[in-house]
């Protein structure tokens, strides 16, 4: 089954307790792209990869980090987590930029 | 970075009855894309439009792309439970899609 997995669902942390959000792809897609969603301000794009070793920042990259060493992963990394990241995250992928976006199925995080 | 705006924000409804949402921006898109999302999971794309003017049907769904492709509207005919959810847009930025820029949502209840 065509699929975007994200590993944890839920996480609680506190902050600057370094942590990594996974997501994997099993439709060997180019694109990747990593948001954040928040109650009236819809989906922010935080970074995005055009393919291995491509990663540019979206909108709100401040206190992320990305990389994309196999087509498949792209994991999001919170080096210092801080409370304004506490939010609802979402991997999306597509076959190349502006394509069908698939999207996983959401990481909820909480930092206090 | 361009601004999409949605309204209603919140849209509740008696099952059977028709409604319109709306999408608009000061900018113009390359392409604009429609996306509901359920509690607890993903957007998933509903439609694409491209061309100024397209209309696009999906079944009781029916999507318009403005003249100027600035801003976009979803009818929906005979509403039922099962459309319950939040109804996201999104823009993309440039003819490469490389950067979607999402709406707020419309958040619509259809009442049994």
């Known amino acids: 089954e065509a699929q975007v997995t994200q590993n944890p669902r839920y996480l609680i942390t506190v902050t600057g307790k370094k942590l990594t959000v996974t997501c994997s792809q099993n439709?060997?897609?180019?694109?990747m792209s990593w948001y954040r969603q928040d109650p009236g301000l819809g989906l922010r794009q935080i970074y995005y990869s055009m393919n291995v070793e491509v990663t540019d920042k979206g909108d709100v990259p401040e206190g992320y980090k990305v990389s994309r060493k196999e087509k498949r992963n792209f994991p999001l990394i919170l080096e210092s987590p801080s409370p304004n990241q506490t939010s609802l995250y979402f991997c999306a992928s597509s076959f190349t930029s502006g394509a069908r976006q698939y999207f996983g199925p959401g990481t909820r995080l909480t930092v206090t | 970075t361009q601004l999409l705006e949605q309204s209603p924000q919140f849209l509740s409804i008696q099952e059977g009855e028709n409604l319109t949402v709306y999408c608009n921006s000061s900018s113009v898109f390359s392409s604009l894309q429609w996306y509901r999302q359920e509690p607890g999971e993903g957007p998933v794309l509903l439609v694409t439009v491209v061309t100024g003017g397209e209309v696009k049907k999906l079944k009781r769904l029916t999507f318009q792309f403005g003249d100027a492709r600035k801003d976009s509207s979803l009818h929906i005919t005979a509403a039922q439970p099962g459309d319950t959810g939040l109804y996201l847009c999104?823009?993309?930025?440039?003819?490469?899609?490389?950067?979607?820029?999402f709406g707020p949502g419309t958040r619509l209840s259809v009442l049994p």
């Open positions: 999104a823009g993309a930025e440039d003819n490469y899609g490389q950067n979607f820029v």
């Open positions: 439709m060997n897609h180019e694109y």
